[in-house]
């Protein structure tokens, strides 16, 4: 299995936008469960946000409800889009697929079953 590989992440101000992007192929497709996750300084990894199987459901951390959307394309890529951004998201973001043999809306962020990470992608958010 190859790593994900995300990019997109930079600077901005709070109400800002970024979208991140996340591809590893054979990893990533239509068939696997794929979350986001961050990870802020001296804080655990959490899970932000997920697409399950041919994107059928997307689930969302509360923190991030009404303002960051999850999407896939039909090339295997990944998305994260994010609005209205605040200084509390401000976090390296990762994506990672959630294996099979967990079912995905129990699993999807629980940062324990994940196998494989990526370099992962800061986020900074300035007042």
């Known amino acids: 299995q190859g790593q994900p590989v995300e990019s997109g992440g930079g600077s901005v101000q709070a109400g800002g936008s970024l979208r991140l992007s996340c591809r590893a192929s054979r990893y990533t497709d239509a068939r696997a469960c794929v979350s986001w996750f961050r990870q802020a300084p001296g804080k655990e990894r959490e899970g932000v946000a997920a697409?399950?199987?041919?994107?059928?459901?997307r689930y969302y951390a509360d923190s991030v409800k009404g303002r960051f959307t999850i999407s896939r394309d039909n090339q295997d890529t990944v998305y994260l889009q994010m609005d209205n951004l605040k200084p509390e998201d401000t976090a390296i973001y990762y994506c990672a697929v959630v294996p099979a043999k967990y079912v995905c809306f129990l699993a999807w962020s629980r940062s324990d079953v994940i196998e494989n990470w990526g370099q992962g992608t800061q986020v900074t958010v300035s007042l």
């Open positions: 697409s399950s199987p041919a994107d059928t459901n």
